[in-house]
């Protein structure tokens, strides 16, 4: 396993849109090397169009904000419309200030910034899917 991080006690569904291949394979993997099953998405449209079939499927949603066509806002506005409890976490780019009115309006849970740090995103992840989605 990655890091040594060991198996989670809650296995969840989590679906990710993230734009960088690089950076999606990844985290695709860290999380399902932590007992998750991950489908994962390159555009925000993809991803809605995925949550939409699956809904109930899916435990926990991870975005980009900067995506090609919708944003990670228009993202977790649309998840938030279809699922209102379903956990949103959007990723920060290092390069851009957050743009808090955007944050607020689309609904989504929090945001981490990049770099993304193991054992940062890990705890995030699984705090997000006892305290917001027990």
Known sequence: M???????ER???ILLIVY???VRDIMA???TERGHTVVTCAVGHDGIRTFEKGKRKFDL???DISL???SGFGVAKRIKEISRKTPVILIKGWERELDIE???ECGADLVVC????LDKILNLVENALVTIHP
């Open 2 to 8: 990655i890091g040594g991080a060991k198996k989670n």
């Open 11 to 13: 296995e969840a569904n």
């Open 20 to 22: 960088e291949h690089l």
């Open 29 to 31: 993997r860290i999380f």
């Open 61 to 63: 949603v991870m975005s």
């Open 68 to 70: 090609p066509g919708i």
């Open 102 to 104: 955007g944050f607020q």
């Open 114 to 117: 990049k770099p993304l740090w």
